[in-house]
């Protein structure tokens, strides 16, 4: 019997929950007057999105001169901060079509806030498309619309026409995604609610779900025909975006390993944001046996196999470079390693490489504090990498008499603190007012792990 | 008990045909109804039948229509220049230093004078006046020197954005005729824009007359390169390029 | 679209302006006076045009109003342009100019390719000198003690007072900069021989006066001989800027690259001595750096060398050795000596013993009446610093009553203050200054001239070509030539037209045969702008050998360094600190803008452990003047003893610039602490022993803890990427491709790199089955003098963008000239200008990444930018190969109403956030085309000159068709010395590049950059 006992596999779900304890564990916080903390969250949160709001506004109102751009570098912040969203969105659509895909069980728990994470890290991409162009008023004439010009189309060629059609599908179908999914918790919170606003809100959204089997059945074949159209794109969109440097002449931008290195990274990037935002979310609303550390031991592993694969980019890179022949090639990525912009190429590479390897001692893996630290590291040294490949190739191209220096302005540095303010206002709202976990799935996998019958995975 | 079953079979289907139809007919007529209006609808920024008033009541059916004064003879820029142009003022006079009424007005004054056994006044047209007023000078074409001569102030009536640079002299010398763009101005009392001149407008049809050439002339075909590349001038066919520097620089 | 569009709506007036718009533009200035022109000249003047008036509450598009002349002269037609010869009056050069009017403004200068010296170049200044005549800050009217005032009151007290001058017999003084004009001279003449105690004094602030003096002493005659560069196979010139600000260098630039003409083989050699890195110098085959205080026994030694070789032996004593090798000097030598008769010696200095040195190492080579004529001396500089001593000796002791200044500025150009105070001891100063300079503020009266475009005016630059400057434009205020003003004051008040055609009836027609009849005369002096008449008849002595003296001791002092004053072709003596477009224009050489500043050579620079940008303090106590203070400058090729500073900064009419360009949060003014741009040096120039001294000084440096980051638009300056980053094995760049003349002999192909056409996969886009217009630059010959830049500038109407945006690396100029340093064989600086523009690449990376189509290719091989359809995503930029795309970071202001009136109304003002770059001047492109059509013909070889190719006084510019075999520009591609910059990217680029040849011996070793 005891033996039996030890070759399950560790459950789930700890703490040995009944059903209707999810359910409470999960609506409590929604249900209970918010914390303290999380009016102090939301309150720095959207100070910084006000923030961020002054910065674009009087930038589209005086110039983009406003930035600290230059003939020679002509993208900076802008394009580094539209990858890194972009970036951080797919763990979301990895976690929640993927790994439902290959039937993991354990994503249930944090699929619900992947996914959230990925909507709200679209929006705050989708802003820099847009505000990094001169005239932001005609941003519309980069989607073709018939027009009076005779026809007058957009440039089908051009990476950016494709990066358009990219992230509106992506946007659309994470959002399609994480709505159907939120639909029989929304029924949940509805038949919960007291308050008559809430009832009424929750009963319009829910879409009149009264959980009939024939429901059920309809819900899943959805569910899994979204998880297979979201699944290609986890690799399109990031693919899509490389190719707005792949395509270009420009050295260190012009490389064929962009796709497959800005997909892994995307990933990378993503999921130790899930970490950092998790990891918040369990202490914050005590979620510990929802998010277990299992759960942080798995996704920890996801982020070492990823890191590598980067790690592997980074090296690829340089051996191309030597192996091309091409002395422009060479030049630029030895100026990223020992140029004058060293310290950001040192910074990248010691966050997304070195530092991640500490994820292989099961002991780090296992103590949370460290896994939130290094997930934090992984977040900036992303950022980072999209800056070098942006502005360290750009400020050492062809002819040297074009060789120039780029330094951030304010109202740059005010516009990327104001996105982080969109993120994670949005992402406090949606702990607020949206079961952080997906109470139906977990629900499924109650069992998992404690009683005999149940053992797949 | 069958027959019932069928009855109300029939009258289901009865039912859904009526609706169907109704529907149909519905969707027609909204079509009908619709799609007129939608086609008329003008975009921002599209002046087509603009008729502002003009400082002189100068009516193109009397001189252009009437009279057959030929368009260049006023608008003579339209050959050498990018703008076609407004007459200068004397130009006007150059018939109206002898017309200053209408025939009827003049033969009544006549008449009149008859009547009473006098020399004929000269009449002049109140509009006519304003050209006289404008060179400062007396129906007796003698200068007046207590008045200031100022030019007559017309408003433009084809306007375009000026990042479009039109010129005259390709259109008007590959023989383009004038009515293409402006309409039939000899029928108009006051100028009116007939044409919406956006750029859909424009490029159309240099698209057509690059297919068919244009007024006898052939099209300037790769074909025909080599030939217009050497002694016989590209000029000798119709090239109507859609270029976006043809008109945007 | 609404943001867009009001700017475009505004454009149009800047766009169509004309007379409504001239109007008010004016109106601004002046209220209506007598002299004003009423309404009606400038329908007369102006033509057809669109004026534009918002009529409020109008539903649809703002109201516009088409106002037609009264009566429409024959020639006019509105929207086309004439031309006008006239002569520029940016400098004393004279170079003939056509005035391009359009609807009744001139918005453009051009070289005038008929003109004998000129020849269709024109500088920089020249090209610039437009922008003077819309400029807001000129004077509108007559000042009295500052205030305005009208000409009757003017006149009328200026007379009394001179009427009283007359009856004490006081003292009339008239202070001229060099007055080329015949006629005014004469009227000069007249009116000073009314007093019994006046001299007209003429000096320069650049001055070359120890050359006039010093032929005074070796030929008997005070002139200024006439260069002729394109005769001279060796060129030795010692510290004389001849391709940059000596004299008249658009003449001096074209003659030597005639010189110069690798296609018919004939190169000169040309040696270059002088303390600083010069334009000239940066061209020369082979360059020293000289201290100042060497150049006399430099000049001795090789006139003993050079007089050996005649076999005259020179009792001198030995001198101190030179500092340049012996055997270098030899070989100059011998080179001069085998080229004897076709060589030529030019003296920048201004000691009149050295500058008779080089009259007599001319006089050795026999240079006389070869490539320095004597007969028909030049007239560019007859100042003469004497007078100028004598004169602030009177000036100081109060003899002079009353002082007349035209055409400079001395206390702002001469040593200042001791100026300023000499001028307010005067009784009565009167100012002829177009703006309020530093002289005007002083002077009790000012009546101010009209801009050169405005009045009748002629000019004799070198005896024997007069030449007309004729009004293209009424005078927009109440301006007066200075020719009507001396007759009116001589008791006659005639027309400045009647005055110019009453001298030349009398004083230049009879000068001349080919023309029987005056009016005859006249008219085709007028059309051609200048006649061919017969030179003033000089006569020079033989040469005076006992003027010659050798100079044995060098004044070389141990522990301090030499202060070299020296002009920059955008300022000059600061004539130009009105104009934005100069102070803009980077220097040639070290590509800084808005600024003067100390530049020293890097191993002085080490030495002082200064860097770019730190502020050094340079001390002249020895000479108690006050300290100047200014951001230092590294300046490869200048020697380690000499401190540069340039001259013409730090005049008041630059405080106007302190807001130019955009303002926003993170802006800086573009003047310094002074408020004005720059700092004026002239403080520290020296007046003695009768010349002008401008490298005398002796100064100690010491640095600052302050810093002030000069506007630089080069930062890195070889070819070279630095030693650490270096990839194995690879040299410098190929970007700019050179050789040297043995090689070139051998194999005229030598020192071009893989030009072989690549292979593409797919059959080309573009079949181009008319024209293809393409371009070929010849860098052997561009000197960098970066007349083009500007010539862009006007043409193009590209904005000023301020310091601060060219300090960003934000300025607009759609044409640059990129500037590299290299060691050459000798161990010297070698320096590349490569004129580099958007090449209309035919594969164009910009094209396939922009989302919107703005920018494709055309059917004539143009990469087009279409600006009203550009979103500015910027991609285009960053995916050039070249950086030859220009970005709207802001709204370039164009609230200068007047000033707006030089925009070219054929090319779109571009708004905020789009992408601009050069065109190929598209606007000629079309005009030519569409002209041709009318005319039924083909679009001849030469009938599209681009504004830069028409500027160019050294011809380095080709332009034309590609698909016409016979096109010069065809032809120029087949030239064995082309390449293409970054050929290897196979993008395709339509302009071609001719290489470097410099004319040493040695074949060229992979010469290695930086």
Redesign the interface.
Known sequence: MADAVLTLRPPLIDGDKSIAQVTHDVCAPMEARPSGLWWLALAASSSLLLLGALAIG?QIA?????W?????I??AFDITNFVFWIGIGHAGTLISAVLFLFRQRWRTSVNRAAEAMTIFAVMCAGIFPII????P???Y??FPYP?????????F?????WD?FAISTYFTVSAMFWFIGLLPDLATIRDRATAKWRRRLAGILSLGWNGSYRGWQRYEVVYLLLAGLGTPLVISVHTIVSW?FA????PGWHATLFPPYFVAGAIFSGMSMVLTLMIIARKLMRLEDYITLRHIDRMAKLVILTSCIVGLSYATEFFIALYSGS?YE??VF??RA??PMFWAYWTMVSCNLLIPQLLWFRRIRAYVPAVFVISIFVNIGMWFERFVIIVTS?S??????????YAP???EIATLMGSFGLFFTLFLLFCRFVPVIAVAEVKGVLKYGISHEEGDS | MKETANHSRVRKYLGSAFLTLVLLTALAFSLLVLVPKFSAYALPGNQRGYEPAQPIAFSHRLHAGELQVQCLYCHSGAERSRHAGIPATNVCMNCHRFVSASLGAIRAEDAAAKKEGREPRRIVSPEIQKIYDALAITDQMKPEPTKESRPIQWVKVHNLPDFVYFDHRPHVNAGVACQKCHGQVETMERVRQVEDLSMGWCVNCHRAVDRTGLDGKGNFTAASAPAAHGNTPVTHRVYASIDCSTCHY | MSSGNKHYWKALEEKEGGPEFLMDAAQDLVERGPRQFGRRDFLKAAGFTVGVAFATGCSRAPLQKAIPLLSQPEEIVPGRSLFYASTCSGCNAGCGVLAKVRDGRPIKLEGNPEHPFSQGGLCATGQASILGLYDSHRLQHPLKQGNKTDWEVADREILTHLASIRSQHGAVRFLTGTITSPSVLAAMQEFLKSFSDSRHVAYDPLSNSAILDAYQQTHGTRLLPHFHFEKAEVIASFDADFLGTWISPVEFTTAYRAGRNLEEKRVSYHVQFEPRMSLTGSKADRRFAVAPCDFGVLLTHLTRLVAKRAGISLDWAEPDASSVPRNCLDELADRLWRARGRSLVVCGSQAIQEQVLANYLNHLLGNYGAAIELDNPSLQAQGNDQDLESLIAELQTGKVDTLFVYGVNPAFDLPGDRWREALSKVPLLVSFSQRMDETASLAGYVVPEPHFLQSWNDTEAVSGIASISQPTVHPFAETRSLLETLSVWNGKSNSGYELLRDFWRARVFPRQKKEPNFDAFWDRSVHDGYAEVAPAVVKTKPFDLRAVQPILRSSANANSLALVLYPTLSMLDGRNAYNPWLHELPDPISKVTWDNYASLSPATAKKLGVNNGDIIRIDASAKNLKQLELPAYIQPGQHDDVVAVALGYGSRLSSRFAKVGPQWIDALLSVGENGLVGQNAASYLELKDGALRYASTQVALSRTEKQRELACTQIHNTLNVPEKLRPAGSGPRSIVQETTLAAFLKDPHSGVEDDEEKEDLWPTDHPYAGPRWGMVIDLNACTGCSSCVIACQVENNIPVVGRDEVRRNREMHWMRIDRYYSESDDGQVDVAHQPLMCQQCENAPCETVCPVLATVHSEDGLNQQVYNRCVGTRYCANNCPYKGRRFNWFNYSHDDHLQNLVLNPDVTVRSRGVMEKCTFCVQRIQEAKIEAKRRGENVVDGAVQTACQQSCPAHAIYFGDLNDPNSRVSKMMQNPRRYRVLEELNVRPAVGYLTVVRNRDQESKEEQHG
């Open positions: 009087y005086v110039g983009v001169g406003t600290g751009l230059n003939r020679t002509g993208w990094h162009t001169g005239r008023w005609f941003a004439w980069l027009n009076t010009r005779g026809s007058l189309w957009v440039n060629r051009s990476p950016l026409v358009c707005d395509t270009s002449v420009l002395s060479q030049f030895l100026n020992m140029g750009l050492r191209d062809f002819l040297p008499s074009n060789w120039f220096h302005t304010r109202i």
